[in-house]
């Protein structure tokens, strides 16, 4: 049990590379050690942003692994996350497209389920069973952002400026 309680408290990266969250941030001794003028102390640090997401990733995990999702519901819980009619600045031609994208995804989501000869009230029943880890999934990206923004206004590290581009749109 200590070996999956371990594995879930890995972030992997494309490369197969690995940040091990269990280890309290040892990952970046380095970097609080080399900078001339720390803008926060590491335990400051880790509290205010590591910790958190920690919680949300170990949290998010343990709600995947435990909900056993085939890959077509993971792709399709995805797709309507990212298909978020209640964005910001979008036009209602925007809107209107998003929603029509949603549906899409939703319809798609249904065929697979009937294609498998599941009858349409057990697939509503897996569909809303999926669609209930889209809270752990808001709250993880929340956490993210909260995370991210503290680390842009007050410089904590170096990052890629791109991800401004990306997180702040």
Known sequence: M???KKHLSRIIAPDGSYTDLSDHGAQFEAEFQTQSEPVMDKDTCLKLLYDPLKMCLNELGTALEHS???DTEF???FAILLFNTAADNLS???RNAVMMARNRVMKDWFEVYAKQGKDPEEAGLLVGNTLLLLTAVRNAMSVHRENFHVIRCFNVMEYD???DDLAFM
Do not use: P, Y
């Open 68 to 70: 056993k999702m085939t």
């Open 75 to 77: 792709c399709a819980l």
């Open 92 to 94: 209602e031609a925007s």
């Open 161 to 163: 400026k791109l991800i």
């Open 2 to 4: 200590k070996t999956k």
